[in-house]
T-cell receptor
């Protein structure tokens, strides 16, 4: 059974700092890994999607990397802003089990002005 | 594109009442999923469907039923609501694995309170 862990559970940083969020998974037979952002009381917004054959994806100030062999992904946020404050979730999709995704519990990020 | 639309967005039920949550997607996706999100429990899969006319149980299916009569719609039913079903429910859809990127798209959620 795939298990996904996100560390830390919460992170508070001053504005302008670069930061890294971590996601680890137990089964490396994945199809893709997707990072989401969730604001309080809102739905999940897709940030980046990495296919199993890829090593990284970039969008603006965000960069996500994937290392299947070690079962890890990182989300790098450059020059953080207060508007980046949210909960960040990673989801791992497997080839098996009808392509179901397993979610981590998320990292709640607070960027202080 | 509307993407994934959930109705209703908010609902309050009394214990024992029944209701149906509707999820509609306009992206012609094969896969559809219902999740619930609870504090400290993360997102948990209730039921899912890999195509029109198919449904399957997820991680926490008890107390829920689903139907996928049309490809674009996935209905989640509560036959006899219980306070333990108070939660935020999310619907998601995805193209077939192997098509495009297999990206997961979410609705905005439905907040259900059972008194």
């Amino acid at each position: 059974k795939q298990e996904v862990t996100q560390i830390p559970a919460a992170l508070s940083v001053p504005e302008g700092e670069n930061l890294v969020l971590n996601c680890s998974f137990t089964d490396s037979a994945i199809y893709n890994l997707q990072w989401f952002r969730q604001d309080p009381g809102k739905g999940l917004t897709s940030l980046l999607l990495i296919q199993s054959s890829q090593r990284e994806q970039t969008s603006g100030r965000l960069n996500a990397s994937l290392d299947k062999s070690s079962g890890r992904s990182t989300l790098y946020i450059a020059a953080s802003q207060p508007g980046d404050s949210a909960t960040y979730l990673c989801a791992v999709r497997s080839w098996a089990n009808a392509g179901k995704s397993t979610f981590g519990d998320g990292t709640t990020l607070t960027v202080k002005p | 594109n509307a993407g994934v639309t959930q109705t209703p967005k908010f609902r309050v039920l009394k214990t024992g009442q029944s209701m149906t949550l509707l999820c509609a997607q306009d992206m012609n996706h094969e896969y559809m999923y219902w999740y619930r999100q609870d504090p400290g429990m993360g997102l948990r899969l209730i039921h899912y469907s890999v195509g029109e006319g198919t449904t399957a149980k997820g991680e926490v299916p008890d107390g829920y039923n689903v139907s996928r009569l049309k490809k674009q719609n996935f209905l989640l039913g509560l036959e006899s609501a219980a306070p333990s079903q108070t939660s935020v429910y999310f619907c998601a859809s995805s193209p077939l694995a192997g098509e495009n990127t297999g990206e997961l798209f979410f609705g905005e959620g439905s907040r259900l309170t059972v008194l």
